[in-house]
């Protein structure tokens, strides 16, 4: 009996122990546990301030390039009008907006002028030194307002210019805008990644291609392993296409051309047309560079103002002769060549819009090349597909690859360039073709010039804006 008594009080003991001991792993599990839940709730609170910068920026932005998309495309129509009217107007109307255009933009934004691609550049690069102060003068709100302004009074007066690079400088402005009024108190975000974000959503806004903007901004703008900001870059562009399609609906920026790639005849077309528009296009950015250079060295505003009338008024003769087909940003040509039976095109025509460009660029004011780019490298195409007696749907591959081929010899990225053509036509027939165009056209354009033509804007800005070091006293 006592054996049994002392068994039982031992029992009792090894319970209580186990009850103790179980009761302190649930306490100690539920208080891991909301610890976790607290600390979870956290991140996810840490993770939606620092994406909610992103969201509105991105639904600005989709707004704004698609109400930009719509004054654009009314300025262009107006020029044709006025031109269709009287082509004498013209000379009027192109001198007067190649002046104001400069003049919006000298005085109010310098460094809205142009593309915008290479001051969003010239900022990422700020952005990660202590000259991070100097990236207000590549994007701000005032940017925004000018680059607007004066992009759409050039192209009122006849002159070669796109709105897509515009677009880039714009929303990377919006997404500044943004950061720059976040309170204090804010999770801190990566004043790059807003660049990069920003950008990127902009080149997806203006040519409904979501998947050229992220690789605009892998191989052009980014020196980083996209794992540092994948979750922004495909918000802010997710955000501002669903946006801009929104309010403009579901487009292709060109539609769906018929295409054909039978014969052998074809891939030499592809490799004319590629070496061509690779060499012309890296020529072209040399040119407006030097150009620019000469512009430069006129430091009286009458000077200046010489050159941009004459300017003008080379644009306005070349309109005079040949018509429509030489000003704007090219996008009716590239239209009528691709969905028209008839795809002649004279032999000049690519190099009047080119010398166009030129003059339409060099001398300030605000106005994009990307459109421009595509629709001289079109022509390039339908001018080899008629020497080579390629016609119908064969043709129209020359003219993509052709678009691809300039645009990739400009900007030197390949990749960026054959996957927006891709995306503006959705032939995933012909991905390989404009691949191949586009990385002839890339290794022609590093014989014409080891740089691009954006990377060389982007270190001249970047030199301009940075005040030289003064020389120590001994």
């Known amino acids: 009996m006592h054996q049994k008594t002392i068994k039982f009080k031992y029992l009792r003991i090894i319970s209580k122990i186990k009850n103790h001991f179980l009761s302190q792993v649930i306490t100690e599990y539920f208080k891991d546990l909301h610890i976790a839940t607290i600390q979870a709730n956290s991140q996810l609170k840490l993770q939606f301030f620092q994406f909610l910068p992103f969201l509105v920026a991105s639904f600005i932005t989709g707004a704004v390039a698609f109400g930009y998309y719509e004054l654009f495309r009314y300025a262009e129509r107006l020029s044709f009008f006025i031109y269709e009217q009287n082509r004498l107007y013209i000379f009027a109307i192109t001198p007067i907006s190649f002046l104001l255009s400069w003049w919006l ?65 714009i929303s990377s402005s919006i997404f500044v805008v943004i950061y720059k009024i976040l309170p204090s108190w804010w999770p801190p975000i990566s004043q790059k990644n807003i660049l990069i974000a920003g950008a990127a959503s902009g080149l997806a806004a203006a040519f409904n291609t979501p998947l050229g903007g992220i690789i605009f901004a892998i191989e052009e703008l980014s020196k980083f392993h996209i794992k540092h900001y994948q979750f922004p870059l495909f918000i802010a562009v997710i955000i501002a296409g669903l946006t801009a399609q929104g309010f403009g609906g579901s487009y292709l920026y060109l539609g769906y051309p018929k295409l054909t790639t039978e014969g052998w005849m074809i891939l030499h077309g592809v490799l004319i047309t590629a070496l061509l528009s690779g060499y012309f296009g890296s020529k072209m950015g040399v040119i407006i560079l030097k150009v620019m250079d000469l512009f430069s060295l006129a430091k009286s505003n009458i000077a200046q103002i010489s050159i941009v009338l004459s300017c003008a008024f080379f644009v306005a003769i070349s309109i005079y002769f040949f018509g429509t087909e030489v000003m704007g940003s090219g996008k009716e040509l590239m239209e ?139």
Do not use: C
């Open 105 to 169: 933009v000298k005085k109010y934004a310098p460094y809205s002028k142009g593309s915008g691609i290479p001051q969003v550049m010239a900022a990422i690069e700020l952005s990660s030194s202590k000259k991070s102060h100097l990236i207000k003068h590549f994007v701000s709100l005032r940017i925004i307002i000018v680059k607007i302004l004066a992009s759409i009074v050039k192209v009122i007066g006849g002159g070669v210019s796109g709105r897509e690079g515009p677009t880039i400088q």
């Open 336 to 474: 009528n060549i691709l969905f028209n039976d008839d795809k002649t095109v004279e032999w000049y025509i690519p190099f009047i819009r080119m010398n166009n460009l030129i003059a339409t660029f060099s001398f300030g004011g605000a106005g994009g090349i990307f459109a421009p780019s595509l629709s001289s490298g079109a022509a390039i195409g339908a001018v080899v597909a008629q020497y080579l007696h390629i016609f119908g749907d064969s043709a129209n591959l020359l003219i993509l690859v052709g678009m691809t081929s300039f645009l990739a010899g400009i900007t030197r990225a390949p990749f960026t360039s054959a996957i927006i053509v891709f995306e503006m036509t959705d032939r995933h027939s012909v991905i390989f073709y404009l691949m191949l165009g586009a990385m002839i056209a890339s290794m022609i354009a590093s014989f014409v010039d080891k740089q691009s033509f954006y990377d060389r804007l982007k270190k001249k800005y970047i030199q301009e804006v940075t005040p030289p070091k003064s020389s120590k006293t001994r």
